[in-house]
RNA sequence: GAGGGCGUAGCGAAGCUGGUUAUCGCGACGGCCUGUCACGCCGUAGAUCGCGGGUUCGAGUCCCGUCGCUCUCGCCA
């Protein structure tokens, strides 16, 4: 322990300025970038707070230059040397650190680098499964250093916001008993119980509940939940959540806390300014007017109910859907520079609206005066002022219908519309447009099932008026529930919850699980609820989809520092993986490995 | 469970209706270079064109199968 081990720095690669010249400084970080120029060579040094450039000049001594040249990309070193001014006409305006460089006295060379596997800061361009094999280099690209930086800052500042409210931050477990509803579990296998399973939380959702009965009236948690899904861009296996719950709060109190919340740390962060309240839209005016239930409020575009006009026009395709008690909905398509309304255009919006179940997208051509062509607009003579006028439509417009049975696939189907007319119409204005979606249906009817399930989850309140018909008719029973949009995508869900059990084992009831059944799962939460839960309530902000939407990203791996990939697997640590039979004889398991296909 | 896209050197890409030795940039390696900052210049190495089969005189290119990655539907209270 006597020698040194290195020369440890005495300040960062971010951090000097023309105030250091003439200091003497030990910097310690990456070979960024190497210029070699014989005897004169310049290295950018690199670490988490910036760059600066180092000079080892043609009066070096012989070592020094043998090191120098010594170096490669990605070299962790340390340089002792002097702060000097650049020359005027050197200085460079785009660093931070541009006014100076550090001519070096002494390179240390602390450790080498294998030639890189792929260029760092070309990061996006790199194939993803690539980047995540060798993550550690891509975490060193300027990218994911910001982006992660962003995330800390974003938690950090949740933490302090919601403290100086009074809020504890409590620890719930992860090893939890499996819960029958939702998503699919993950599970760990008990070694001292075979045959008994824990479950990973879907979300700290019961645990949080008994918090509150718990008498801590104000919790909240930065929480890792895992469901059992398949994966897209926004989600993954494992995410993190912002859980948060209250007593004694009824919904405005929810939604107005998390617009604060939001306000500050958004100005804090990223000096942004939201609105002191976020827009409201209940579920039904969502779907009726964006056909979604997250829709992208950056651009209007809204949709049409066109069930009347379809019964009055003569196209027999929609008579008949309006008629077997289906839906026609439209959106009139802007007249926009540099876009032509052309077969191929209109054809790719019916793919996207296809995917979503419609049979076919209709069109009609807005001209001058009212005039229609193309498409289904010979069915709709007689009609053209009607339709011009409902859908406030001008001349060069390109009107667009969807015809469904189901009302969700006729809406969603149109709303995959709009969301691609946002794109290519290039609508999307820039910031972030926050709105609350509400009064949320309590049930749905689940097909394959023959039965009611919750639309959430069971433990949402339903609304004070649906009380006498949850059982007679659960369909139109709406809840106190809320989910909080960000630029199309669903970033909080919440609810205010219910503290009685006679109304908690009647929903259960409803959602097909008997007495018996809710008390072996749920037994634990409805004999809490015997010794005087208080009312209460909370949301829960996803962090990786709010810090994506941040980040202008479209993938939460770009906000995690450790992703998995779309087939749940790890590539750098090459998970998930198989057991030793040792381990599996300790927890009593035998794989049961499905057989090969024919 | 289903559909779309992609797979060519370490990385990113080009390669047209099949036709000599498969190009280009970055990177690697060697050399030159006193003011660069994506330094520049000269040179060298590096590719079973994901894998298997088929059609053809001839396949990176066409066909079939398969694997991997990716986006999406289903799924995700």
């Excluded at 107005?256 to 942004?272: A, I, N, Q, R, T």
């Excluded at 008579?319 to 520079?337: M, Q």
């Excluded at 609820?529 to 994506?548: L, Q």
Aim: aromatic share 10%; hydrophobic share 35%; glycine share 6%.
């Amino acid at each position: 322990m006597a020698e040194e081990l290195f020369s440890q720095r005495t300040t960062t690669c971010g951090a000097l300025n023309k105030d250091d010249n003439n200091k003497k400084v030990v910097l310690n970080g990456w070979v960024h970038r190497d210029r070699n120029h014989g005897s004169l060579h310049f290295i950018n040094l690199r670490d988490r707070y910036g760059i600066t450039q180092v000079v080892v000049d043609d009066d070096a001594s012989p070592e020094l230059q043998g090191t120098a040249n010594e170096l490669r990309m990605e070299f962790c070193i340390a340089v002792t040397g002097i702060v000097r001014l650049r020359p005027d006409s050197m200085v460079n305006a785009d660093m931070a650190t541009g006014e100076i460089e550090v001519k070096a006295e002494k390179i240390e060379i602390l450790s080498r680098c294998a030639p890189l596997p792929f260029q760092l800061d070309d990061g996006l361009e790199t194939r993803e499964d690539l980047r995540l094999k060798y993550r550690y280099l891509d975490l060193r690209s300027q990218g994911m250093q910001k982006r992660l930086k962003l995330r800390h800052d974003f938690i950090f500042s949740i933490r302090k916001y919601l403290s100086g409210k009074d809020f504890y931050e409590i620890e719930t477990p992860t090893l939890i008993k499996s819960t029958p509803e939702g998503a699919r579990d993950f599970v760990v296998p008990s070694r001292l119980y075979p045959g008994k399973f824990y479950a990973l939380p879907q979300s700290p959702q019961l645990f949080k509940q008994i918090l509150m009965v718990g008498g801590f009236d104000k919790y909240f948690q930065i929480a890792r939940c895992y469901r059992d899904e398949d994966a897209r861009g926004d989600r993954q296996l494992e995410f993190t959540q912002l859980d948060l719950e209250m007593s004694f709060v009824k919904r405005d109190d929810v939604l107005s806390l998390m617009e604060d919340m939001f306000g500050h740390v958004f100005k804090e962060v990223m000096d942004v300014d939201l609105p002191v309240r976020f827009r409201r839209l209940t579920y039904a005016d969502s779907m009726n007017t964006y056909g979604c239930d997250k829709p992208d409020l950056r651009f209007d575009l809204p949709l049409s109910d066109m069930n009347e006009l379809a019964q009055k026009s003569s196209f027999k395709t929609f008579k008949d859907i309006v008629s077997a008690g289906g839906y026609v909905k439209a959106l009139c398509a802007p007249k926009t520079e540099g876009v032509e309304f052309s077969r191929k255009f209109i054809t790719e919006l019916e793919d996207a609206a296809k995917i979503y179940g419609a049979k076919g997208l209709a069109w009609i051509k807005v001209g001058a005066e009212n005039a229609l062509s193309g498409g289904v607009s010979k069915f709709f003579a007689g009609l053209e002022e009607e339709l011009v006028s409902k859908l406030e439509a001008n001349e060069g417009d390109l009107i667009l219908f969807v015809a469904h049975e189901n009302w969700k696939r006729c809406c969603a189907s149109l709303s995959a519309v709009r969301s691609k007319l946002g794109k290519d119409l290039k609508l999307i204005r820039k910031g972030f447009e926050f709105c609350w979606i509400i009064d949320f249906p309590l049930f749905e009817y689940n097909e394959t099932g023959g039965h009611w399930e919750a639309a959430h989850h069971m433990f949402s309140m339903p609304q004070s008026q649906y009380l006498d018909t949850l059982e007679s008719d659960p369909g139109s029973v709406k809840g106190d529930l809320y989910d909080l949009v960000l630029n199309g995508y669903e970033v909080a869900s919440g609810s205010i919850r219910i503290h009685d059990v006679e109304l908690q084992k009647r929903i259960f009831r409803i959602c097909n699980f008997d007495d018996e059944t809710a008390e072996d799962r749920f037994g634990f939460l409805l004999n809490a609820f015997r010794y005087g839960p208080p009312p209460h309530g909370g949301i829960a902000p996803g962090i990786d989809r709010m810090v994506m939407i941040m980040c202008e990203e479209t993938s939460i791996h770009e906000v995690i520092a450790f992703p998995k990939n779309t087939a749940g697997i790890s590539p750098m640590d090459d998970s998930p993986s198989f057991l030793d039979q040792e381990q599996l004889d300790d927890l009593h398991l035998t794989i049961n490995y499905p057989k090969p296909k024919e």
